[in-house]
């Protein structure tokens, strides 16, 4: 068993991480191909599997099922990023989150924000 999640970065990389896990055991399927499926733009999904967007838990369900996986393997992971967004300051956004880089990376607040659109 894992420690909870320190930050939302860590909750989202962890996430990032298993979906990336997912596509290199479905063949490593591109970009498009998921887009396609997933009926998102490409940098939308590089977003996802680089662990900089957050997307609904049900971006996550299309995603993982065109992986060709189960996606209750990432309930518990999906439901970290949303805890700890929760103790967090901020709020859960309805659309998911994009997660700024921190502001070693980047001038700003490193805040996670919504995704527009």
Do not use: K, N, Y
Not at 31 to 57: K, M, N, R, S, Y
């Amino acid at each position: 068993m894992s420690l909870p999640p320190s930050s939302v970065d860590e909750a989202a990389g962890r996430l990032a991480a298993a979906l990336r896990g997912l596509r290199l055991a479905a063949g490593r399927p591109t970009l498009a191909e998921l887009g396609t499926h997933a009926g998102l733009p490409a940098d939308t999904i590089q977003g996802i599997f680089a662990g900089e967007l957050v997307p609904p838990w049900s971006t996550i369900v299309v995603l993982t099922t065109a992986l060709r996986a189960d996606p209750a393997l990432l309930q518990g992971l999906w439901d970290d990023v949303r805890s700890a967004f929760q103790a967090s300051s901020d709020h859960f956004p309805r659309g998911g989150i994009i997660l700024l880089p921190s502001t070693s990376q980047r001038e700003g607040d490193g805040v996670p924000r919504e995704i527009v659109g």
